[in-house]
């Protein structure tokens, strides 16, 4: 099964804005260089949140199962990962 | 501005153990739980000490199966060997049943619980927390337990702990099946619906602990690995579930069933002792002091055992240094903090394998008669490992 067909089982209320961001791009690329690609925060994340395109992390916090691995993974301690707000993000049923 | 005398933060087993401990004693109790419901964020396999739930939160604990029979399947380089139990006292038990339950025995108690409220920050009068900001408007409080799980945000923003690091936390996955209830019957050969197991399994190269739970119509299953050892491998966590549930024959056995959740979630491998457990009047229990037992997986009991901790210190004004005693002074607690070493071992270098590969050695050695196969295995593993497991032997009494 594809992950994608995996995250379609999760209840989920959509947050308008990202609760994860990316402190300096920079440091993104220089990661890039250092590690290859999938970079740490691409390869841990069991939901597909993180993408390298054009040279720059693309982020679809959508997916976001809010485990907090990108952030422990990181190696430059540059992801800033807050919860979603009022409620939003997944809503476990067995948790 | 709304007043308390303790504001909890998150309604989680620790959450509500002390919103329960601190409503008991007649204080003003609010509990905001950021999901839309408690329970509906948290992630276990999960299985419980029934009578240990009980002791604290009274009886009619929600639960899916007593676990009957405990497998332990321990894979060396060829196949597995595996060890079954037979415990007293383990049931499993879902999430949001379980902590939506916990969370309405502190309401009754009197405690006020909030949902889908994100603590943001608290603020500070030197040494003394204030207020909690929260998405929806600023509380005041005498004092703070901060039960917000292990991605313990407001306790990092206070400074009162960092940040967990790659090589003291695991990864995990897990799957959900649905299952009707006859099918586990004789998939697991159970005699009823009451009966169940849980099946833990043990791979090497890379580290990874598998996990199996019968629930009542459902079958959860799941692996953890540590977060370095994916990270350097570039190895993708639902890659490593599925190959466990192929490696395994799990995949087999759930075949046709349909998936009804996938989650995910870290696991502290580190934290208490080695940590401060509060500042002033704001103290810390739970995942957020990395509370899980490494060799039972168990993180309900102690995050219990803490949350009611938390709760008497709130009560009674504990200094961090009072609160930590205390906290050494409870079996669920210090248990974990006398098998950090054996733990740290663990997920650093290949001691997993090498504990694995002995009794998987001595075991096959013994089952096939062959004596002096044994006491080749013994005399090998002389120098390096048995001294070890003799002295976490002798140091978890």
């Given amino acids: 099964m594809r992950l994608e067909e995996k995250l379609y089982t999760l209840r989920y209320k959509k947050d308008e804005e990202s609760h994860l961001s990316i402190n300096d791009v920079d440091k993104c690329i220089e990661c890039e260089k250092e590690n290859g690609n999938p970079m740490p925060c691409i390869s841990i994340c069991p939901a597909n949140v993180y993408s390298w395109e054009d040279n720059k992390i693309v982020i679809g916090y959508e997916n976001c199962v809010e485990c907090g691995a990108c952030r422990i993974a990181c190696p430059y301690e540059n992801i800033h990962w807050e919860y979603p707000k009022f409620g939003k993000g997944i809503a476990l049923r067995y948790g | ?397």
Wanted: charged share 25%.
């Fill in chain 2, 1 to 397: 501005m709304l007043n308390y005398d303790i504001v909890v933060v998150g309604a989680g087993p620790a959450g509500s153990a002390a919103a329960l401990k601190a409503a008991s004693a007649g204080k003003k109790v609010l509990v905001i739980e950021r999901g839309p419901e408690p329970g509906s964020k948290n992630v276990s396999g999960a299985m419980i000490r029934k009578d240990f739930v009980s002791s604290v939160f009274g009886d009619s604990v929600p639960f899916e199966r007593k676990v009957d029979t405990l497998k332990l399947s321990l894979y060396d380089k060829e196949s597995p060997v595996n060890i079954d139990f037979h415990p007293n006292q383990l049931v499993t038990t879902g999430r949001l049943k379980l902590d939506k339950w916990m969370s309405s025995v502190a309401e009754n108690a009197g405690a006020m619980v909030i949902s889908k409220t994100t603590g943001l920050n608290l603020t500070w009068d030197g040494d003394k927390a204030k207020t909690l900001i929260t998405d929806r408007g600023e509380v005041s409080a005498k004092s703070f337990i901060l039960a917000e799980g292990v991605n313990a945000l407001l306790s990092m923003k206070s400074g009162i702990r960092g940040d967990l690091n790659t090589e003291n936390s695991v990864q995990t996955v897990k799957e959900v099946y649905s299952v009707k209830k006859e099918d586990i019957n004789s998939i697991f050969g159970f005699p009823d619906e009451s009966t169940g197991m849980s099946w833990r399994f043990v791979m090497t190269d890379p580290l990874v602990a598998g996990f199996l739970y019968t629930y009542k119509d459902s079958v959860s299953v799941g692996i953890g690995s540590p977060i370095n050892q994916l990270v350097e491998r570039k190895i993708r966590p639902e890659k490593l579930l599925d190959d466990f549930l192929d490696k395994t024959g799990l995949s087999a056995k759930l075949k046709g069933y349909s998936l009804r959740e996938y989650s995910a979630k870290v696991i502290p491998e580190g934290g208490f002792p080695n940590m401060n457990v509060s500042k002033g009047n704001v103290y810390i229990c739970g995942d957020a002091l990395g509370l899980v037992d490494p060799l039972t997986f168990d993180g309900i009991s102690p995050a219990i055992a803490s949350g009611t901790l938390a709760g008497t210190a709130a009560l009674e004004g504990f200094t961090p240094d009072i609160y930590k005693y205390e906290m050494m002074k409870n079996t669920e607690i210090s248990k974990i903090a006398k098998e950090r070493k054996l733990e740290s071992e663990f997920m650093s270098g290949n001691k997993a394998g090498e504990y694995i590969n002995m009794i998987s050695t001595l075991l096959k050695n013994w089952a096939s008669g062959d004596l002096s196969g044994i006491r080749g295995t013994m005399i090998e593993n002389y120098k390096n490992i048995i001294p070890d497991m003799l002295s976490f032997v002798i140091n978890m009494r």
